[in-house]
């Protein structure tokens, strides 16, 4: 078998169309445009580059955004001031916060500091406990985008065995809360876990997101699954993911390449998280 190629560019494509209409339609209805807002504070290079992908996407799509740059000295508490003024801007609907924040900044403060109906990102703990109960709630984009691209297959999800790779907050527990919510059986693995290969190997589904290039090999993935490859690590300046995608696309049905799998899917899902925000007023 020889895997179909998972196209996150494209698929993100289209979801991006759709907003863009949407957020006209809005605009003439409602007379609101949806506004996001970006703050990052200090000078990783990669993450600057994230936080222009984001205005980008915002552009393409007839959005207001506005980032803030801040240096990486900032306090803690300049920074919730900012956040504050921010739930307070009614033309701002979203706001980021991108992660990592400089030392010394206590990331859990800063996210619970967002009105959950501005987290665009689903880090509020209010999000995360929709989430878990099933609620209408802002779902992180990372988890959301996967969803998309498993659903674009076709293939249904319930009764499947997914296993997910991976327990951040961000991006393993909430996609597995996500693929239970859609019926199927979900493992979790993580670096504690003995013996992934069994596991992996009975795996329908498999989403990758430990951040370990090679991680999943040809021989430990199920012959027809369906492979979705989280992980982002820079190796001699390249972006690669977890999965050998050279020996699993001899095995898999289906597999996201990286780059143009996941990745644009999560800037799509930020734009619509916005949108959907945006509604909410
Ligand atoms: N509060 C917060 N929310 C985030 O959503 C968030 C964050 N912090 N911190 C950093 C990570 C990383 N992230 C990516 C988004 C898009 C691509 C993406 O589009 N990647 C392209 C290519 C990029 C390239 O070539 O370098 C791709 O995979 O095809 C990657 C990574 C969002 N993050």
């Not at 499947?160 to 693995?189: F, Y």
Request: aromatic share 2%; hydrophobic share 40%.
């Amino acid at each position: 078998m020889t895997a179909k190629i998972l196209d996150g560019k494209k698929l993100s494509k289209e979801i991006k169309e759709k907003i863009a209409n949407d957020i006209k339609a809005l605009q003439k209805s409602k007379g609101i445009i949806p506004g996001l807002a970006v703050i990052i504070a200090g000078d990783d290079e990669a993450s600057h580059v994230y936080v222009s992908m984001k205005e980008k996407a915002c552009e393409s799509v007839g959005m207001y955004s506005k980032s803030f740059k801040l240096p990486g000295t900032i306090t803690q508490e300049e920074l919730l001031k900012i956040i504050d003024e921010l739930n307070d801007d009614e033309k701002i609907h979203g706001i980021l916060v991108q992660l990592p924040l400089p030392p010394g900044i206590d990331e859990r403060m800063v996210n619970e500091r967002i009105l959950p109906s501005k987290d665009i990102d689903g880090f509020h703990a209010i999000n995360h406990g929709r989430l878990f109960l099933g609620e209408d709630s802002l779902i992180p984009c990372t988890p959301k985008g996967i969803i998309e691209l498993i659903k674009y297959t076709g293939v249904p999800i319930s009764g499947k065995h997914a296993v997910v790779i991976g327990r951040s907050n961000i991006v393993g527990k909430p996609t597995a809360m996500l693929l239970l919510r859609e019926n199927a059986t979900v493992t979790i693995c993580h670096s504690k876990t003995k013996d992934l290969t069994s596991h992996v190997r009975s795996a329908d589904i498999l989403v990758s997101a430990a951040g370990i290039p090679n991680l999943v090999r040809g021989n430990m993935v199920k012959e027809g699954a369906i492979v979705i490859d989280a992980g982002t690590r820079v190796v001699e300046d390249k972006l690669v993911g977890d999965v050998n995608f050279n020996e699993v696309e001899k095995i898999a049905s289906w597999l996201t390449p990286v780059p143009g799998g996941v990745g644009p899917m999560t800037i799509a899902m930020l734009l619509q998280n916005t949108l959907k925000a945006a509604m909410m007023k």
